[in-house]
């Protein structure tokens, strides 16, 4: 796939590597032009030249067009993402902020999440609107647009590691709601979940640093001609070097096989606790209590199966590539094509996810999406959002009652 300069073999369209784009563009009959963007498209014929390493470079006999097409439905589809996601994720923020009973455990995680997926939508919507339109990084020739090209791929990194340690907080304390049955909680932010959320966003960006390090602004001249792109460079360091090397498969078991497999696990977990407590005698108001549990369990699952099929294409594509593709194989060309479309499907649903999440909870909840009628559309109603929303039963999450206590 690094056939092409511009094309991007990573979570988020960023990224190009350094050698890829001085040793490989030589396959392209024409250039990216004036930045760092999608491909053109390019008429590839298929000839042998001499490579800078003495090796022969096979050229494609293919038409690789990602032009105009996906540049305006990428445009299109990163305006939409950006109205959805600032509406919904700040919607859900401030039913949680604005309702005390609604600041308990499951929640609060949810709410992080939620303020993950704003941060990241805030600062990296617009930028790649611009990029995609204009063809170019923003501010490419000064020290501005070298801090967004650091701090871009740093908010991406550390906004999925937000979502992936989230989900995987959650399941546990679903496990842990349904294991401890018949433990009352009361409402509040428990201060072991005010722990994990800090522990949460401390992860996600110490290990977001490797990218804000390696990337760069690079200058490259191309048939005679420069242009600026925001890539990376593992230059400055073995360690670098080696996280780009490995980047694909790190992202691949942390940001993608372990939440799944901590959701899995758990899972099976509290899929067994139910089972025992169905067998036993049970009172009729913890009876009650495990069946609000179970609902806010089944939005949980939800949120991790959206996760699972966000991510998944942008996933299968880079381990395609790490496994099959091959810069000598002649017959790479179609197959090329097939990576490039994969990879473009794979960056706009993994960013679909940034904004998904409340949507999941307005239609997998009845409670939620009542609490989001009431403050989407206040003006609608007589009363105030405060006075709407009374205090949940048993301190479980997305509960929401009309009646008066």
Sequence with gaps: MSDLPGFHSTDQPLELDLHHLQEKAKNISSPLKNGHGKPHSHKLKQHKEPSSNSS???RCLTDVKMKVTFRYINSVLSCLIFVVGIIGNATLLRIIYQNKSMRNGPNALIASLALGDLIYITIVMPLTVY?????RWPFADNNFGLFLCKLVPFVQKASVGITVLSLCALSVDRYRAVASWSRV????????????IAVIWLLSVTLAVPEAISFTMITSTYNNQTFNVCMMSHRSSPFLEFYIKSKDWWCLGFYFCIPLACSAVFYSLMTHEMLQHEKESLKISLTEHLKQRREVAKVVFCLVLIFALCWFPLHLGHLLKKMIYDHSNQQRCEF????LVLDYIGINMATINSCINPIILFFVSKKFKSCFKSCLCCWCYSGSLSNSMLPLHHGTSLQYKHTDH
């Excluded at 990029?131 to 063809?135: D, G, N, Q």
């Excluded at 909680?185 to 994990?196: H, M, N, R, S």
């Excluded at 090329?336 to 990576?339: A, E, K, Q």
């Design 56 to 58: 022969t470079v096979v």
């Design 131 to 135: 990029k995609v339109l204009a063809m």
């Design 185 to 196: 909680q009361g409402t509040g932010i428990p201060t072991v979940t005010a722990a994990e």
């Design 336 to 339: 090329l094509n097939f990576l």
